[in-house]
């Protein structure tokens, strides 16, 4: 079996990070340890709203085999949706969606060896027709959850209404910082 850190769920509090028996809904794969301070912000994001996933790295350079047994055997292993992680050339979101037919997010990271980035988007941005890569921005893999989470909301009214109320809590917070603002001296025109 590959997953490494299965974690996040219902049975785990914000700061439990214990492993727990239920079957991860999300893998969290990336191509090599430096991506994990921007990949642990999905798997937050994830446990914030109880979702189960898994953390492990999945290198399609340095671990080809593991790769690929990873991306065929995820729908089999109970995983929904996978986000890749990937800097540089960014093969991984490309390769793993190559070998599932779950859907599959992918984490452009501006790494050491990456071009700002911008040679990550790229890669994953520009899939041949019948191999898609959702792509989210440069570093943006709390967005990358929100997107599992929205995926997975389609048949799940508990995340449905935890989504709602997440969006709700942003507002509530631009508000509260106009308030700030106004109270300040900021006028706005609106």
């Known amino acids: 079996m590959i997953p490494d850190s299965p974690a996040g769920g219902p049975s785990s509090g914000p ?19 430096s991506d994990l ?18 953390i492990t790295l999945v290198s399609p350079h340095r671990t080809p085999h593991r790769m690929v047994e990873y991306a065929e055997n995820a729908r089999k292993r109970g995983l929904r949706v996978l986000i890749a992680g ?7 979101p490309g390769m793993v969606a190559a070998f599932t037919t779950l859907p599959v997010i992918g984490v452009p990271i501006n790494s050491t060896i990456s071009i700002q980035g911008l040679d ?7 899939m041949p027709n019948g191999v898609p890569v959702a792509t989210v921005g440069i570093d943006s893999a709390a ?16 995340l449905a209404d935890a989504l709602e109320k997440f969006r709700i809590s942003l507002k509530d917070r631009v508000m509260r910082t106009i308030e700030e603002l106004r109270k300040g001296g900021f006028q706005d025109d609106v």
Do not use: W
Not at 37 to 54: K, P, W
Not at 143 to 158: C, D, P, T
């Open 143 to 158: 967005n990358a959850a929100v997107l599992a989470i929205q995926m997975l909301a389609l048949n799940n009214a508990r």
């Open 37 to 54: 301070r921007i990949m642990s912000t999905a798997a937050d994001m994830l446990r914030q709203f109880g979702v189960t996933y898994e």
């Open 86 to 92: 990937g800097g540089g050339a960014a093969h991984l």
């Open 15 to 33: 700061d439990d990070d214990r492993p727990i028996l239920e079957t991860p809904l999300v893998g969290i794969i990336m191509g090599s340890k």
């Open 120 to 126: 990550s988007i790229l890669s994953m941005i520009q």
